[in-house]
């Protein structure tokens, strides 16, 4: 299945994307996604999508401002509201064409943006489906299990110390996603390396192995679940990874039976973070997502 590259624009900056068409005619319900921490629409998003569109999905996945393919003065900068800003436009620009229905538009997101959407859905009242792939909960509690309480501790005088050399006028300062020993940057989980650079790495070109210093600001201050008792009466389908030491599942699963109301499917996964990307776990995974689209945006599945 080939996907057509288009460009919409997010708040003057254009964004590039990936459009997945279904078979038959329209109007087509939808399907917008994006990536995780750092991750740009070529690692493992066409796999999610094109299954999407074989079960009668229009399908738009994109690259964040600053990030991959779009534009954005800012190169590698990750600011969550920017991001959840694009969301916004990417369903805008999905409901403006004719061969979707802009009454049926669902999003999905995992890990960063598993978050995003959360916020999304909450506050959108176009959105009428959700999946939210292992997300961030709240982002200090993500750096907490990855850093450790001590390191944690180093990590936040750093920040709070670059904040100060912001305002006095220091240039911008970029942190590594990755790193081989775990050490210096930002992701330290020990699977983190290997993926990222054996796998994301050869996937996309696009994909930089840095960020800005102050995404890592950005982050850990980030809680997408502050809204999440608001989604409700939108469908929410949350997938979560018990072995998962990027977003721990166990808060994920707490928002869910605490904050969010019926519709909502919590879909428990075996293994770990990565292990959604590829191999049996990824299988079950799109097919859950696949299957919550189907039903909540009523389009029948494809044999």
């Known amino acids: 299945m080939k996907a057509e590259h288009i460009t919409f624009t997010s708040e003057g900056t254009n964004c590039s994307g990936l459009l997945y068409k279904p078979q038959g005619k329209g109007p087509y319900p939808a399907v917008v996604m994006a990536h995780g921490f750092s991750l740009v629409k070529e690692v493992f998003l066409p796999q999610y999508a094109k299954r999407f569109a074989e ?38 620009y999905m409901a403006s064409q004719d061969f979707i229905d802009g009454n049926r538009i669902g999003i999905w997101g995992s890990s960063y943006s598993g978050g995003h959407v959360l916020q999304v859905g ?42 100060q050399a912001r305002y006095e006028g220091a240039p911008v300062e970029y942190i590594k996603v990755v790193s081989e020993d775990g050490k210096n940057c930002a992701q330290t989980h020990h699977e983190a390396f290997e993926w990222f650079t054996k796998k994301a790495q050869k996937m996309a070109h696009t994909w930089e192995n840095r960020l800005t210093l102050e995404s890592m600001e950005k982050y850990m201050e980030y809680y997408p679940a502050s809204n999440a008792d608001l989604i ?67 389009k029948e599945l494809s044999q």
Request: hydrophobic letters at 40%; glycine letters at 6%.
């Open 122 to 163: 909450a506050m959108d009242c176009r959105v009428k489906a959700i999946v939210s792939q292992v997300p961030t909960i709240r982002g200090i509690l993500g750096m907490e299990k990855k850093m450790g309480k001590e390191n944690i501790e180093i990590h936040t005088q750093h920040l709070a110390d670059y904040r």
């Open 232 to 298: 409700s009466p939108t469908p929410l389908l949350m997938v979560v990874a018990i072995e998962d030491g990027i977003t721990p599942a166990t808060p994920a699963i707490d928002i869910f039976n605490e904050k969010i109301s019926e519709p909502k499917k919590l879909v428990e996964l075996p293994k770990g973070h990565f292990d959604l990307y590829d191999g049996d776990t990824f299988e079950r995974a799109q097919q859950e997502a696949a299957d919550w689209f189907v039903e909540h945006l009523g």
């Open 55 to 92: 079960a009668g999905l229009a399908v738009l996945a994109f690259d964040y401002r600053n990030f991959g393919e779009s534009e954005g003065d800012n190169r590698q900068h990750m600011d969550p509201a920017m991001q959840i800003e694009d969301y916004r436009n990417a369903i805008s």
